[in-house]
């Protein structure tokens, strides 16, 4: 099994800046990549960032240029990072740290969600 915790969302005036930051603790050896999806109210969960194992970044078209994912590694956990530039109105909802986990056959972790909120 996986944890994820997450923490760093907020209100933030647009073309501000937030980072959010996900520990992933437990069988992180299993984990295949993590990343952020977002849910705005009313809609369906979308993914945002992902990187793999490897290090290979993927991006919503929609934040391309804008969000960096990142990566830090120790023994005992892993943390994933969303730095966030230019912020829009349109980035409102609530954002999900996820982690991929297992071969073969794998299976998904969510954490409990973070807010970011971006006024105009």
């Known amino acids: 099994q996986v944890q994820l915790v997450e923490s760093g969302g907020g209100l933030v005036q647009a073309g501000g800046s937030l980072r959010l930051s996900c520990v992933a603790s437990?069988?992180?050896?299993?984990?295949?990549?993590l990343g952020w999806f977002r849910q705005a109210p009313g809609k369906q969960r979308d993914l945002v960032a992902d990187?793999?194992?490897?290090?290979?970044?993927?991006?919503a078209d929609s934040v391309k240029g804008r969000f960096t994912i990142s990566i830090s590694r120790d023994n005992a956990k892993n943390t994933v990072y969303l730095q966030m530039n230019s912020l829009k109105p349109e980035d409102t909802a609530v954002y999900y740290c996820?982690?991929?986990?297992?071969?073969?056959?794998?299976?998904?972790?969510w954490g409990q969600g973070t807010q970011v909120t971006v006024s105009s």
């Open positions: 996820n982690a991929d986990v297992g071969w073969p056959n794998s299976r998904r972790y």
């Open positions: 437990g069988s992180i050896l299993s984990i295949n990549s």
């Open positions: 990187i793999t194992r490897g290090g290979t970044a993927n991006y």
